[in-house]
């Protein structure tokens, strides 16, 4: 599940999809800081830049050479 405010010693970003969007190109999507280790049976995970990144196999092929910024709000 989602991690508590703690400190999470190996990090991993999991990205999720919102299956119930209207249509494909509405479609939105969800970044969670997980534990490294709480990778789900029906995820893959990779490594980005350095960052375990945990995907859905759906969502995968959907994120397919797409580019994610990070921005902090102020």
């Given amino acids: 599940g ?7 010693r190996e990090p991993a970003l999991r990205i999720t999809l919102d299956s119930n969007a209207p249509s494909p190109l509405a479609r939105s999507y969800a970044i969670s800081l997980v534990a490294k280790d709480d990778r789900e049976r029906t995820e893959i995970a990779i490594n980005v830049g350095g960052i375990r990144v945990f995907l859905n196999l759906d969502t995968s092929t ?13």
């Fill in 2 to 8: 989602l991690v508590e405010a703690e400190v999470v």
């Fill in 62 to 74: 959907l994120l397919s050479g797409a580019v994610i910024d990070w921005v902090e709000a102020d």
